[in-house]
């Protein structure tokens, strides 16, 4: 398979769309990068399997570190040796279902009670 040539950023253009569209994620070391935070092991496995999932399905492949309570995801387009739309648009969508948080949305999913430990698996930060 081949991949069309993508247009890779400067660190200023990194910085601006970060900070604009992705306010958690850093740019370090030719990487953008966000660490999510969990209650442990059980909610670490389900981000790692979020990400995992999201990441085969968009032809896109993070680097992981992952801990007890956290995971490390980094992202950048090794063919092209920079950071592409690819990297924006996969960490978005990272973003997106793993600070989902359906009891916000006034619909009919509750959501994970947050106010037992027993079930909360995330430390949502916004």
């Known amino acids: ?8 950023y ?8 970060l900070a604009r569209d992705l306010p958690k994620w850093t740019f370090e070391d030719g990487w953008i990068r966000r660490k999510y935070k ?6 670490t496995l389900m981000v790692v399997n979020t990400v995992g999932h ?8 993070p680097d992981l570190t992952v801990s007890y309570a956290f995971v490390n995801v980094k992202l950048q387009s090794h063919d092209a ?7 924006f648009e996969l960490a978005a969508k990272i973003e997106a279902v ?12 509750e959501g994970t009670p ?3 430990q027993r079930f909360r ?5 916004y």
Do not use: N
């Not at 398979?1 to 890779?8: C, G, L, S, V």
């Not at 400067?10 to 769309?17: F, V, W």
């Not at 698996?121 to 930060?125: L, M, T, W």
């Open 1 to 8: 398979m081949e991949r069309r040539a993508q247009k890779t």
């Open 10 to 17: 400067s660190e200023a253009e990194i910085l601006e769309r």
């Open 38 to 43: 969990t209650e442990g092991w059980k909610g």
């Open 54 to 61: 999201l990441a085969e399905a968009a032809w896109h492949h």
């Open 81 to 87: 040796k920079g950071i592409t739309d690819r990297d």
């Open 98 to 109: 793993v600070h989902w948080q359906p009891g916000k949305e006034g619909g009919a999913l």
């Open 114 to 116: 947050a106010d037992d």
């Open 121 to 125: 698996y995330i430390k949502y930060d």
